[in-house]
């Protein structure tokens, strides 16, 4: 077999790998969050805390729709008494740039106490928010707040790592304007299982944050 047969025999071969891979990591976290997504408040079980996973608020000086959908929907949970307390976990990776005081001033502004409110500065990832909620913040239990696609792939961490989840899913956005997170989260589905197979932690842990019950 010449070099060129090789070449083409190993970049099939790779390619083959990445489909596999794709396909069934894409169906175990399906699959671990199946009767574990709820769309309607008067539905969901009670938890006492939440956890909305922050995204940036604007794109391109317009409004992020996913942003938006996600505050109306923990918005949703506290007024309706289906959770209590409410991590707001994002990026604060930069001075000028700070998720989850923006979903906390958004929270406030609708009329939710502060006091409910607990913000993880270093949930740089949704991996680092899902364990940070278990190490920091010593939850056992949650409602993850986000799109369907997102809540799936974060209630499969939270199963690894001992919380039982469950996910309220915030509005998504259509087909033609979320392709390219659609399909960023179905390489991101594949980072799961390599970040725990290779033991991976968050970028930052410290100190124990006390949630009251």
Do not use: W
Request: net charge positive; hydrophobic share 45%.
């Amino acid at each position: 077999m010449n070099r060129k047969n090789v070449f083409l025999l190993f970049t099939a071969l790779l390619l083959l790998l990445i489909i596999l891979s794709l396909y069934f990591c894409n169906r175990i976290i399906n699959n671990a969050a199946r009767g574990k997504l709820f769309v309607d408040v008067t539905t969901i079980p009670y938890n006492k805390t939440g956890i909305l996973l922050g995204t940036s608020k604007y794109i391109a000086g317009h409004t992020n729709p996913y942003y938006q959908y996600r505050i109306d929907a923990a918005l949703q949970l506290i007024k309706a008494g289906k959770i209590k307390y409410i991590v707001v976990s994002g990026d604060n990776s930069h001075v000028n740039y700070n998720e989850p005081r923006q979903m906390q001033e958004d929270l406030m502004k609708a009329g939710i106490d502060s006091a409910n409110i607990y913000l993880d500065y270093a949930g740089f990832r949704t991996f680092d928010s899902v364990v940070r909620l278990k190490e920091i913040f010593g939850q056992d239990s949650v409602t993850i707040i986000s799109q369907p696609f997102h809540n799936e792939r974060a209630i499969y961490i939270a199963q690894r790592v001992g919380i039982a989840a469950i996910g309220f899913n915030a509005k998504d956005v259509s087909e033609n304007s979320g392709f390219r997170i659609q399909l960023r989260e179905k390489f991101a589905r594949v980072k799961v299982f390599l970040d725990f197979l290779l033991g991976k932690s968050p970028h930052f842990l410290g100190k124990k944050i006390i949630i009251p019950n």
